[in-house]
T-cell receptor, first 113, second 114 residues
Framework: NAGVTQTPKFQVLKTGQSMTLQCAQD?????MSWYRQDPGMGLRLIHY???????DQGEVPNGYNVSRSTTEDFPLRLLSAAPSQTSVYFC????????????FGPGTRLTVL | AQSVTQLDSHVSVSEGTPVLLRCNYS??????LFWYVQHPNKGLQLLLK??????LVKGINGFEAEFKKSETSFHLTKPSAHMSDAAEYFC????????????FGQGTELSVKP
């Protein structure tokens, strides 16, 4: 199994540009989520999904969209990039139970100029 | 509301000495608690998890943690530090809302001196 994969690993955008961060998992997990990591703030939840066709907002959803058309894929779209979105983005997946660990992808380091 | 507090932002130990990383949690019901490790410029790896079974939880690479309900603590320990243990460590609680989102502590950076 490849686990959780993310592309790209690095990205530089100009303010106002849009892009999609890709996330895929091959473990048949129902639950997938996106987090951003900023210095001194741990990881914060952006959006999550409990299954194909179902998505919802996390703590910091503004400026991001998601969709979940298949169990495997959960892309994150930046609609109009802003410097405040400079961060490291992690995708995670798990079974739905609250006792289950979440598996993390390697991350995407995004810089918005 | 659930939360975790990591009591030290940075811990420095010498190689071969014990490691103690402290975490307190707040939860109105029995929590699911995790410790993750992040090496520089890497993703997050699960060290161990507590899900209301044994209170002493053993993880990978010689780490273990003890769940103490009376003290609302879940401290991470290792008897003998290795240089490769240098990393950032996160104490995490998984909630029952927002699909089971994770709430992260601020992180503890562990340095290991030769």
């Amino acid at each position: 199994n490849a686990g959780v994969t993310q592309t790209p690993k690095f990205q530089v955008l100009k303010t106002g540009q849009s892009m999609t961060l890709q996330c895929a998992q091959d473990m048949n997990h129902e639950y997938m989520s996106w987090y951003r990591q900023d210095p001194g703030m741990g990881l914060r939840l952006i959006h999550y999904s409990v299954g194909a066709g179902i998505t919802d907002q996390g703590e910091v959803p503004n400026g991001y969209n998601v969709s979940r058309s298949t169990t495997e894929d959960f892309p994150l779209r930046l609609l109009s990039a802003a410097p405040s979105q400079t961060s490291v983005y992690f995708c995670a997946s798990s079974y739905a139970g609250t006792g289950d660990e979440q598996f993390f992808g390697p991350g995407t380091r995004l810089t918005v100029l | 509301a659930q939360s975790v507090t990591q009591l030290d932002s940075h811990v420095s130990v010498s190689e071969g000495t014990p490691v103690l990383l402290r975490c307190n949690y707040s939860s109105s019901y029995s929590p699911s608690l995790f410790w993750y490790v992040q090496h520089p410029n890497k993703g997050l790896q699960l060290l161990l998890k507590y899900t209301s079974a044994a209170t002493l939880v053993k993880g990978i690479n010689g780490f273990e943690a003890e769940f103490k309900k009376s003290e609302t603590s879940f401290h991470l320990t290792k008897p003998s530090a290795h240089m490769s243990d240098a990393a950032e460590y996160f104490c995490v609680v998984r909630t029952y809302n927002q699909g089971g989102k994770l709430i992260f502590g601020q992180g503890t950076e562990l340095s290991v001196k030769p």
